[in-house]
T-cell receptor, first 113, second 109 residues
Framework: DTGVSQNPRHKITKRGQNVTFRCDPI?????LYWYRQTLGQGPEFLTY????????KSRLLSDRFSAERPKGSFSTLEIQRTEQGDSAMYLC???????????FGEGSWLTVV | QQPVQSPQAVILREGEDAVINCSSS?????VHWYRQKHGEAPVFLMI?????EQKGHEKISASFNEKKQQSSLYLTASQLSYSGTYFC??????????FGKGTRLHILP
């Protein structure tokens, strides 16, 4: 049983460029979550899916952020026109249904220069 | 909506005990505890569902007081490997988990 897989693990990009992160959840998990974490803070909720449906998106999330899970399996998180404030670790997690343990991937580090 | 954790940081000597608290302003369906080491992803420790249950995992246990909307994590006879940041995550409606700001635990030899 493989865990949650994220790539790329590290990304350095220039301000204004677009970046995309991919997450492959644990195979039997129907829920997939995206969180963002900055130094010294807890994971901040961004959005989550149940199968292919995006059930909620954080009100704090800029319109530059978009996430998809087209076939209810892997998911992508795209950030358009990156800003320095987007620098963070982007964490993907998955779970089998609601109210169950969520398992995190190793994260994707984004540095915007 | 974000749960409040206390203390913010703890320094212990190996073998000492620690308690980390987590409180929410909302009624909770479940509480989740994770430990994160520097530069790594959070690792699951335990989940507690409403009902006031207590769970244990070797020398780490937790309680959940549904009425008070509080949970506590107990670390007994701490080991060097326990160092890291502990996060509680709360789920008020069987939905998504919202995490606190974390409690940094440093164990000295």
């Amino acid at each position: 049983d493989t865990g949650v897989s994220q790539n790329p693990r590290h990304k350095i990009t220039k301000r204004g460029q677009n970046v995309t992160f991919r997450c492959d959840p644990i195979s039997e998990h129907n829920r997939l979550y995206w969180y963002r974490q900055t130094l010294g803070q807890g994971p901040e909720f961004l959005t989550y899916f149940q199968n292919e449906a995006q059930l909620e998106k954080s009100r704090l999330l800029s319109d530059r952020f978009s996430a998809e899970r087209p076939k209810g399996s892997f998911s992508t998180l795209e950030i358009q026109r990156t800003e320095q404030g987007d620098s963070a670790m982007y964490l993907c997690a998955s779970s089998q249904g609601a109210g169950n343990t969520i398992y995190f991937g190793e994260g994707s580090w984004l540095t915007v220069v | 909506q974000q749960p409040v954790q206390s203390p913010q940081a703890v320094i212990l000597r190996e073998g000492e005990d620690a308690v980390i608290n987590c409180s929410s302003s909302k009624a909770l369906y479940s509480v989740h505890w994770y430990r994160q080491k520097h530069g790594e992803a959070p690792v699951f420790l335990m989940i507690l569902l409403k009902g006031g249950e207590q769970k244990g995992h070797e020398k780490i246990s937790a309680s959940f007081n549904e009425k008070k909307q509080q949970s506590s994590l107990y670390l007994t006879a701490s080991q060097l490997s326990y160092s890291g940041t502990y996060f509680c995550g709360t789920d008020p409606v069987d939905d998504k988990i919202i995490f606190g700001k974390g409690t940094r635990l440093h164990i000295l030899p």
